[in-house]
C-alpha cells in the first residue's frame, strides 16, 4: 500500500498542460464515487494523482474543470498529438495493406465473436484504425467522435459516424461490440461512458477496454505512468474493471495487462515530421477462465513492426478487457 505523503515527479514528457490552477475542481473516485483516497503523487503538471481505497483507482483530484478540459481538446491534434499530419487519402492508402489480426486486440475478439455483419461501434475513434479492420472483417462499422478532423477521415474509409458524445447520442440500434479504446483516461465522468455504453449494447454483446494500467507505477523503475500523457484524468487497474463489470452486470471475458508507454523522444518538443512507432505489448496478467493471447506482434497504422520479445514477456503498461452483456 502506498505511503499517505505524496511523491513530486520530475518532469519527463515535454507536452505538458498549462492547467488554470485557481480553477480546479475536487473529485470523488470517478468510478465508484467513493470519498475515501489519498494522495499518491504529484504529477509534473502540479495535480494530484489519489488512489481509491474501495475499487483502487488512480485518479487526478483536483482536477481540471470540464470547460478547461474541453479548450485543450479543442486544439489537441494540432498542439499534443504525437503523431504527424496526414490526409485522408494517404491514411486509407496506409490502412489498405494492414492484416486486421495483427492488432492482438481484433484476434482476441474474433475468438469471441463472428465480425460478419455484427454492428461494431467506437467510441471516440480517433483515425479510426480500429473501426477500418472490422470492416474489413465484414462487419458493419459506426463510430462515434467530436473533432471534425476524425469525422473526415472515417467518412472516406466508407464508415458510418454520428458527431456529438456519448450524452447526447440517441439510437434505436443495439450494437454487437463496442469499443472504447484509448479514452477512459480522459474524461472527468468516465462511468457515464460505460453505463451508456452497456445500454447500448445487444443481449450478448461485448464491451472492450484498451487504456493505459495505473498497476504499472508499481513495477516501474523510473515511474513514467503518472509523467506522461498528462491528459489523463484517471488510470484503470484490474480491480477496476472487477468493479464495473459488478456495477454494470457484465461478465468479465478477458483481462490483461501488457506493454509499455511509447518513450521515444518523449522529452523533445513535439514535432510533426516525426513517426511513432509501433508497440510490441505481451499478456502478462489475466484471471482464471479468460482466454490469453501469445508471441504476438501489434501494428499501428504505418504497418510498421517492433519484434522485441523481452519488451513481449516484461511490459504491463496498458489494459485490455473484455465484457460481455448477459444475454
Known sequence: MLGSKSLKLPPLDARIPKWNLDNLIVRNCPICNSPDAHIAYER?????????????????????????????????????????????????????????????????????????????????????????????????????????????????????????????????????LITLLDLLEHPLNPMDILRKSSELLQRGGFLAIWTPNGDFVSLEKNLTTFRVDLEHMQYFTPDTCLFIASELKLRVFHLETLGFPYLQDIDKPLSKNEMPLPLTKRIIKSIPGVSTVNNFRHKLFENKQVENKQDERNGAYHLFCIMQKST
Do not use: W
Open 44 to 176: 509534473p503538471d502540479d495535480l494530484n494523482v489519489r488512489i481509491c481505497n474501495k475499487c483502487y483507482t488512480f485518479f487526478v483530484s483536483p482536477s481540471p474543470s470540464d470547460k478547461q478540459l474541453q479548450a485543450f481538446y479543442e486544439g489537441y491534434d494540432e498542439k499534443h498529438r504525437r503523431a504527424p499530419r496526414i490526409s485522408p487519402k494517404e491514411l486509407a492508402a496506409s490502412y489498405k495493406g494492414v492484416d486486421p489480426f495483427a492488432d492482438l486486440r481484433i484476434r482476441e475478439l474474433s475468438s469471441l465473436m463472428k465480425f460478419e455483419t455484427s454492428r461494431v461501434l467506437d467510441i471516440g475513434f480517433g483515425r479510426a484504425s480500429v473501426l477500418y479492420s472490422p470492416k474489413k472483417l465484414g462487419a458493419i462499422p459506426f463510430g462515434l467522435e467530436l473533432d471534425a478532423q476524425a469525422i473526415e477521415f472515417a467518412k472516406f474509409l466508407g464508415i458510418g459516424v454520428f458527431q456529438g458524445n456519448i450524452a447526447g447520442f440517441v439510437s434505436e440500434t443495439k450494437y454487437d
